[in-house]
């Protein structure tokens, strides 16, 4: 990473539901604002926005307000990288955001970080210039990445809500290499569109239900919620499937219980998902009446 900006900025994804590329590079040539300044100097509990690509206008943010990182704790690494010895590279840095950021995640957020979930840990480092006189402050953060590695604008603290990775209906998903990318434009060839959200615990009031327990219930809940959401619809005959999220225990005991209801298509050869373009809402308007509805073609439930 080139350039002077301070605290360069280095997206250390953890996810384990997904792996992506690519990521935020911050730095470049730029001036250093005071807004800067103050967010990558942080405390625990502020929010950070930014819109340029070189995250050159970095600044904090109201967290009511939409935001793409949330510090969770600031990080010392003198212990294992005192004065004088070169800074790490990509990998020790996301290794140290693991193996440092994660508990304090957790205690952050009062609660189990979902392993499955929306969330994950990264990490502001030094720039280049404060390394070189001997600042080792490494700022946790938590931020929400698109399956496609996009990060996400969050709205309000992460602790107040779900850390479910779920869309809200009408968000469609590109297709990226067969399988599941960022959200997209529904007029644009996608791989998922979300037609419902729907809470496990309004059926499994208990205990964690197996995940053939889920797809049982979600079979029906989900064939009922797609009508719902574009009624008139053959899902067949457009040979598109209904599909839902399952949750894993971790997820679960980490209070995810909200999963999505999908329509999707699968390629002939079942290699992966095939593109779809255009709504099904839209789909359902522009079909011709019928004298019957057929049921719903669903399936076993996709990523």
């Known amino acids: 990473m080139l350039g002077v900006f301070v605290g360069a900025i280095l997206a250390l994804s953890l996810s384990v539901a997904f792996s992506w590329g690519g990521g935020v590079a911050g730095g470049g040539k730029v001036e250093e604002s005071a807004e800067a300044k103050a967010a990558f100097h942080a405390a625990p509990g502020t929010c950070l926005n930014w819109v340029q690509p070189d995250v050159s206008d970095i600044h904090t943010v109201p967290c ?3 935001h793409l990182y949330e510090v969770t704790g600031v990080v010392n690494i003198g212990d294992k990288y005192p004065a004088g010895v070169p800074e790490p590279g990509v990998d020790e840095w996301r290794d140290m955001a693991m193996a440092r950021c ?3 995640a957790q205690s952050y957020l009062g609660k189990q970080l979902d392993p499955y979930g929306k969330f994950t840990v990264s990490a502001l480092r030094p720039g280049t210039s404060e390394w070189s ?4 402050d490494m700022r946790c953060v ?3 990445a698109a399956p496609g590695g996009a990060l996400q604008p969050v709205t309000g603290n992460a602790a107040a809500q779900s850390q479910a990775p779920i869309w809200d209906p009408g968000t469609c998903l590109a297709l990226a290499n067969k399988t599941v990318g960022n959200p997209i434009d529904c007029t644009q060839p996608h791989s998922y569109e979300i037609v419902a959200t729907v809470d496990l615990k309004d059926h499994f009031k208990d205990d964690y239900p197996s995940q053939k327990d ?3 219930w979600l079979d029906t809940e989900c064939n009922h919620d797609v009508q719902g959401y574009a009624g008139g619809v053959d899902l067949s005959e457009q040979k598109l499937i209904l599909t839902w999220d399952l949750r894993e225990q971790e997820s679960w005991d980490a209070g995810s219980t ?3 209801c999908k329509v999707g298509a699968t390629l002939p050869d079942k290699s992966g998902l095939a593109p779809i373009t255009g709504s099904i809402r839209q789909q359902a308007q522009d079909a011709p009446p019928a004298g019957g509805q057929q049921p719903v073609q669903s399936s076993q439930p996709g990523g």
Request: proline content about 5%; hydrophobic content about 35%; charged content about 20%.
């Open 258 to 260: 909200l999963v999505n």
């Open 102 to 104: 994660t508990d304090g």
């Open 214 to 216: 889920q797809a049982a």
């Open 133 to 136: 006189d001997g600042d080792r």
């Open 64 to 66: 009511a307000q939409p």
């Open 142 to 144: 938590l931020q929400w």
